[in-house]
């Protein structure tokens, strides 16, 4: 094999598969990417065995030939190298030259690496990127890090009624969710797919450049086609909570607020909670908020601020970062929050509705002491 790269095309197909390939796997080839090509073209390939991704890589092919180099290694040299690379394969070595600097990399053979996994029969969605992403991101927050129910460490896909595109995150504490007409798409009318954080944060850097994604749907893989580049990844296996029956239908206080203004307060109040639960105390009266925080170690704080509320006054506590998190992903300039009494959710959405999507969130109160 003998190909030459420009370095600036080569570094950054590497640079998002570096939290891919695994760092400290029990399997050396896990640090390796797969590198092939043939008379015309080329791509890299790289895997932790549960998501995989094919980028195609634009390149002189002097000879083809394939084979696995170690990926962290191989992106810190291409980082320090000059514009124009050769890349020769000399038994199970390769040769790097540019310029005047030259490096030789010890190499693996590609029969160890793990075979591409077949999604075999698929239904087929067609989605811009804008949509997909928007899906993921507005929701991603509310999944869980590490949590003993493993399908909460991911996010739920479904397709309701085979009409509404739903994504749904939540870590029990809080939910988000996103739902959007489908339409033009035949599908059947329920499938339910989770997906996990990791993996999906893998996939939005290959989004940022995509106009369109065709989302492949198997019995145990998903595979998101996009402009070229082809990701992998497989399902997490379980029964995700029936997140329909956690959003409330009967709050009726309804507080109407300027999104900026509030995640302010709540920044700024929230510096004196205690440090394990970020916790604010948020009284709502007429017209009005206070969100109080105090920690008997360090001091306490308050803040006030105007707001659209007509209801019968209310006290009730939060976790500060959570509802934060959860304001930040609303879209427009105010946002709406409904309320029932101090030990239920609490209801969040954009004031403004959107044409496109709708967004909306759960945030589990504090208790009050």
Not at 8 to 17: G, N, P, W, Y
Not at 24 to 46: V, W
Request: net charge negative; with cysteine.
């Amino acid at each position: 094999m003998h190909i030459r790269v420009k370095k600036e095309i080569i570094q950054q197909k590497l640079s998002k598969i570096q939290n891919i390939v695994e760092k400290k796997g029990i399997m050396p080839i896990l640090n390796h990417f797969l590198l092939e090509t043939n008379a015309d073209k080329g791509y890299i390939m790289a895997t932790d065995l549960e998501t995989a991704v094919k980028q195609p890589v634009e390149m002189e092919v002097l000879s083809s030939g394939k084979i696995c180099i170690n990926a962290k290694k191989f992106y810190e040299i291409v980082k320090e190298l000059e514009e124009e690379i050769d890349i020769q394969l000399l038994d199970k070595w390769i040769l790097i030259k540019s310029g005047r600097t030259t490096f030789k990399l010890s190499t693996l053979e590609p029969d160890e690496f793990p075979v591409w996994p077949q999604i075999g029969d698929s239904i087929s969605i067609k989605l811009s990127r804008d949509f997909l992403l928007t899906a993921i991101e507005k929701t991603i927050y509310a999944a869980g890090e590490a949590d003993a129910r493993y399908v909460l460490n991911g996010l739920l896909f479904h397709i309701k009624d085979g009409k509404e595109f739903r994504v749904v995150g939540t870590d029990g504490h809080r939910l988000a969710l996103f739902r959007a007409k489908l339409e033009g798409v035949n599908t059947p009318e329920e499938i339910k797919v989770i997906l996990s954080k990791k993996s999906l944060n893998e996939l939005k850097k290959f989004l940022t450049e995509a106009e369109s994604v065709i989302f492949n749907i198997g019995k145990t893989h998903v595979m998101f086609e996009i402009d070229g580049i082809v990701f992998l990844t497989r399902m997490i296996e379980g029964n995700y909570p029936d997140y329909e029956l956690v959003i409330p239908k009967h709050n009726d206080k309804v507080a109407i607020f300027d999104k900026k203004l509030m995640i302010s307060a709540l920044r700024r109040v929230s510096i004196l909670s205690r440090e394990n639960q970020s916790a604010v105390k948020m009284e709502f009266a007429e017209d009005l908020v206070i969100i109080s925080a105090s920690d008997p170690e360090l001091g306490e704080a308050k803040d006030e601020l105007t707001i659209d509320y007509q209801s019968s006054p209310i006290e009730i506590g939060f976790n500060a970062k959570y509802l934060i998190e959860a304001l930040d992903e609303l879209s427009s300039d105010r946002g709406k929050l409904t309320m029932s009494s101090p030990d239920r959710a609490i209801y969040l959405t954009d004031a403004e509705s959107s044409e496109e999507f709708k967004y909306e969130s759960i945030v589990m109160p504090f208790k009050l002491l």
